[in-house]
């Protein structure tokens, strides 16, 4: 009973009565008018020529007498047209006509009468019905002039009896298939909401069902699932950084708690000043680490995308290489753009100068020349995929071994064993999320000698 | 200088009072957001810190309402929120410069300095001068004892801000956001360099130093020894 009551509220379910009211109700009328326009105006086009020929009979009566007129219907009865005729005397004795008796309809003067005459068919008499008009000519002759009316009759019947089941059909029908519709997507939607709830349930790695139909409900589903994944992933992400965070921020603090400790056991003025310098440079270490994370978080939850202009990379690589390029020239080495004029992609400005820094800063420490032991760093614009821009950034360093490039992504990877260089691990790290926070990519390649890193950007379109 | 403190949390506060006081300023107290508006409103002080977190009334709100009474005594606004947009939120609201918790005292003393300059700074001035290093904003140009001094674009921004808060001390990341206008630090400490070059175009050839490394805050401009 309630699942009942349930289809039967279901949207689908009512968006169905509608129609189907809507389509009865026109088809009803349709139906109506032409039942009209045929049974109708047919009818009274043959009482019109009844009454025409009574007319004219009358005419012939006043002209020829009653002998005329009694000539004249003996004729006409003999035509099997259809047509009946009676003409009696004053009495109601019949005088001429196919017809045996004068109906007991025509009384009065003059009139339309509708009556039911035995008509002779192949297997006897049946009852026909007639359309007619009669009237009492002067001497007190009655005339009736009528039509056989009966298939006319039959035909209308059927027509309505057909109208109304054709009728009562698509009501059927429609109802029928209202219900099995709503059945079908009630089903769908049920499936979907067992799928949350699964997942609310704690399954986090159930899909919302697809049937394959590529529908609007298989849509829905992908959509959901989609955004599953993407929960999933950032979920992933965080679980990966939360364990990432404990190793990795667990070593300074322990340092810091033993400077600390140490210091307390010593007594010189001077050594506690310098455990607490030392503390201090190591706690600005831990919050730019921690700034890092929280901005590589924000990049991924993509909320920032509200803050994306137009801004040109090529400006914003002169401002860069502007900042840049003295210290690579103080390390001996050069830092050079190649680019066009302009190359304006919709982006944040400052993650994605924050990106870049991150890449001169590794260029810088990591990409030195073997030879020269000095940064030469290239920095490319040009376009790719069609009205994309891809920046490059490339040095002649010692590179990244091709099975390492997908893993100096994650955060706190640091190839460099000897952690010689001062870095969170956290710069390739952030390039990553802010180029997909950019619906773009971040690929790191062979330079051949040297690295170079790509960043794509998609088209403002 | 007379400074407003708006801040909650009772041991920051005091902590700020200290450090204030030792540099010689007048402090005045607030625990919420409702007791420093009325002390704001007596607009006696320099400068206003104002937390962004509050009891009460939020730090934004009581900048939006100071700023909509026409008070328009320098506010730097502190938050434990960092990012960018907290920072555009917090300058629009009226705030005049914001600093992200936790900070260095060094910085947010040359913060509030820097501030109380801008507030006492003539509005048309076309020319910044320390002992004999002059530059004409107009024109663009340097010279230090009569001597033209040639300087990158950047260069004579560089030096600008320097000189428009000569005396005070300017740090890396203010250098960084009013210079470059990047809100973020590189691991690199770039800024290091462009001093090091401005240097030797305004101090090298030159008998008496001007521009002072402050170690462990950042910069300063000024005539005399260190």
């Known amino acids: 009973m309630r699942a009942a009551l349930k289809l039967l509220r279901t949207s689908t379910f009512r968006l169905a009565t509608v129609y189907l009211t809507v389509f009865a109700i026109s088809v009803g009328a349709i139906l109506a008018y032409i039942y009209w326009n045929t049974a109708i105006l047919l009818e009274s086009q043959i009482e019109d020529t009844v009454e025409a020929e009574v007319q004219g009979l009358a005419e012939q009566y006043r002209i020829r007498g009653p002998r005329g007129l ?36 025509a009384v009065g003067e003059r009139g339309t009468i509708d009556f039911k005459f035995p008509y002779e068919t192949g297997r006897g008499l049946v009852d026909h019905t007639a359309r007619a008009f009669f009237i009492r000519l002067d001497g007190g002759f009655q005339l009736v ?76 589903s992908e959509s959901l699932n989609d955004m599953l994944d993407q929960i999933n992933r950032l979920m992933t992400g965080m679980k990966e950084v939360s364990s990432n965070v ?21 007594s010189s003025a001077e050594g506690h000043k310098a455990a607490l310098e030392a503390n201090i440079a190591e706690a600005d270490g831990l919050l730019t680490t921690f700034n890092a994370l929280l901005s590589i978080a924000r990049a991924e939850a ?96 010692p590179g990244i071994a091709a099975t390492d490039r997908e893993r100096v992504k994650g955060r706190f990877v640091r190839l460099d064993k000897s952690r010689s260089e001062p870095g969170s691990g956290l710069g390739l790290a952030l390039v990553d999320s802010v180029m997909k926070l950019h619906a773009g990519a971040f690929e790191i390649e062979d330079a051949n000698p040297g690295l170079t890193a790509k960043l794509r950007f998609p088209g403002r379109a | 200088m007379k400074i407003l403190v708006v801040e909650d949390d009772r041991e ?26 009325e002390l704001a409103r007596e607009q006696t002080h320099d400068v206003i810190i104002m937390d962004r977190m509050l009891p009460g009334m939020d730090g934004l709100d009581v900048v939006k309402t100071l700023r909509g009474e026409d008070i328009t005594t320098p506010v730097l606004i502190l938050s434990a929120l ?8 917090g300058l629009r609201a009226g705030g005049d410069d914001y600093l992200a918790k936790p900070y260095a005292f060094t910085e947010l003393l040359a913060r509030v300095e820097t501030l109380r300059r801008r507030q006492d700074a003539t509005p048309h001035t076309t020319k910044l001068k320390v002992a004999d290093l002059e530059i004409d904003l107009l024109a663009r140009t340097a010279t230090r004892a009569g001597e033209d001094i040639l300087l990158q674009p950047r260069e004579f921004k560089l030096l600008e801000y320097l000189m428009r808060n000569a005396g005070s001390v300017v740090t890396r990341t203010m250098l960084l956001e009013n210079v470059w206008n990047y809100h973020f630090d590189p691991q690199t400490n770039v800024i290091d360099v462009h001093i090091s070059r401005l240097r030797a175009k305004v101090d090298k050839e030159f008998g008496e130093p001007l521009l002072h490394t402050v170690r462990g805050a950042g910069y300063s401009i000024r005539a005399g020894r260190s």
């Open chain 1, 70 to 105: 009694l000539e004249i219907i003996k004729a006409r009865s003999q035509e099997a047209d259809g047509a009946v005729y009676i003409l009696t005397n004053a009495v109601g004795r019949r005088l001429a006509g196919n017809l045996q008796s004068l109906p007991v309809e």
């Open chain 1, 145 to 220: 002039v009528g039509r056989d009316v009966e298939e006319r009759r039959q035909f209308n019947r059927i027509i309505r009896t057909s109208l109304f089941w054709a009728l009562g059909l698509t009501l059927v029908l429609g109802v029928g298939g209202g219900l099995l519709m709503s059945r079908n997507f009630l089903r769908r939607v049920d499936e979907i909401n067992g799928a949350s709830r699964a997942i609310m349930a704690g399954d986090l790695g159930e899909r919302m069902p697809v049937s394959g139909t590529g529908d609007e409900i298989d849509r829905l």
């Open chain 1, 246 to 266: 404990a190793h990795d921020l667990r070593t300074p603090l322990t340092r810091m708690r033993a400077r600390a400790e140490d210091a307390l056991r010593s």
């Open chain 1, 302 to 397: 993509g909320q920032m995308r509200e803050g994306f202009q137009d801004a040109d990379l090529v400006a914003l690589l002169d401002d860069l290489v502007e900042l840049y390029g003295p210290i690579a020239e103080d390390a001996g080495g050069t830092l050079v753009l190649d680019a066009p004029k302009t190359a304006v992609v919709r982006a944040d400005r400052q993650l994605v100068a924050q990106a870049m820094t991150n890449l001169l800063d590794n260029a810088i420490k990591y990409g030195r020349d073997a030879k020269t032991g000095a940064p030469d760093i290239r920095l490319k614009v040009a376009r790719t995929n069609g009205d994309g821009w891809t920046v490059q950034v490339s040095d002649t360093g």
């Open chain 2, 12 to 37: 920051a506060a005091s902590w700020l009072e200290k450090g204030l006081v030792e540099e010689g300023h007048v402090v005045d107290l607030a625990a919420n957001g409702t007791d420093g508006l």
């Open chain 2, 82 to 89: 960092g990012e960018v947009d907290d920072k555009v939120l």
